[in-house]
Nanobody, 136 residues
Framework: EVNLVESGGASVQTGGSLRLSCVGS?????????????FGWFRQAPGKVRESLAT??????????DSVKGRFTISRDNEEDHKNSVYLQMNNLKFEDSAVYYC??????????????????????WGQGTTVTVSS
């Protein structure tokens, strides 16, 4: 079983920065190292649908939503076979960035960053979410 734990959510002013962290740990049933899979960051604001923000695959290829390009970056640290961390650096935050941010891992062996970002409601393992509030 693979578990994800997010952290780093906070209240910030517009124009500020935050770095979200997600630690993925555990084993798949066939013990494939977590670095073989794709991670992604998603968010959902009250009354809105889940939005795909940024994804990263095993090759380090990334995909970013147009709404966050130039402001957000995603990175990962494959520190151990059964423990990987993924980060979302968020700069120049705007009021509309306020939401609950979720980390997810796509445990399909043939995943890629493009496909994962195109499917915000895919069959992933999800974290519990961390809240970002941006105010003026």
């Amino acid at each position: 079983e693979v578990n994800l734990v997010e952290s780093g959510g906070a209240s910030v002013q517009t124009g500020g920065s935050l770095r979200l962290s997600c630690v993925g740990s555990g084993y798949t049933y066939n013990k494939i190292p977590l670095r073989a899979f794709c991670f992604g960051w998603f968010r959902q604001a009250p009354g809105k649908v889940r939005e795909s923000l940024a994804t990263i695959d095993s090759r380090g290829d990334t995909e970013l939503a147009d709404s966050v390009k130039g402001r957000f970056t995603i990175s990962r640290d494959n520190e151990e076979d059964h423990k990987n961390s993924v980060y979302l650096q968020m700069n120049n935050l705007k009021f509309e960035d306020s939401a609950v941010y979720y980390c997810a891992i796509d445990l399909h062996y043939d995943c890629d960053a493009t496909s994962m970002r195109a499917r915000p409601n895919g069959s992933y393992t999800w974290g519990q979410g961390t809240t970002v509030t941006v105010s003026s």
